[in-house]
């Protein structure tokens, strides 16, 4: 079974940065893309980076995030800097991945990390 871990969510202040990591684990034949959402309170879960044949940003965290990936160990990364509070929110790593004995790729979601930047 697949699962994805993140780690790297706290509390900072504004102008601040964070280091979000996510690894993906378990039975994997490959990994097409990964990448990161987030959830604030009362909002729709939108995305913020994702790695794939291409690399996207939200247009809000442009030169702010990098998204970063490393195949060997099927981790993503998600240096955050300049942060502000309006990227307060729950953070979630999101995978695009082939399982062992599967053909098709399936969407996975880690648990997700709380991010909080106070003004």
């Known amino acids: 079974q697949v699962q994805l871990v993140e780690s790297g969510g706290g509390l900072v202040q504004a102008g601040g940065s964070l280091r979000l990591s996510c690894a993906a684990s378990?039975?994997?034949?490959?990994?097409?893309?990964m990448g990161w959402y987030r959830q604030a309170p009362g909002k729709q879960r939108e995305l913020v980076a994702f790695s794939g044949g291409t690399t996207t940003y939200a247009d809000s965290v442009k030169g702010r995030f990098t998204i970063s990936r490393d195949n060997a160990k099927n981790t993503v990364n998600l240096q955050m800097n300049s942060l502000k509070p309006e990227d307060t929110a729950v953070y979630y790593c999101?995978?695009?991945?082939?399982?062992?004995?599967?053909?098709?790729?399936?969407?996975?979601w880690g648990q997700g990390t709380q991010v909080t930047v106070s003004s």
């Open positions: 378990g039975r994997i034949v490959s990994i097409n893309a």
């Open positions: 999101n995978g695009l991945i082939i399982p062992w004995a599967m053909r098709d790729v399936r969407n996975y």
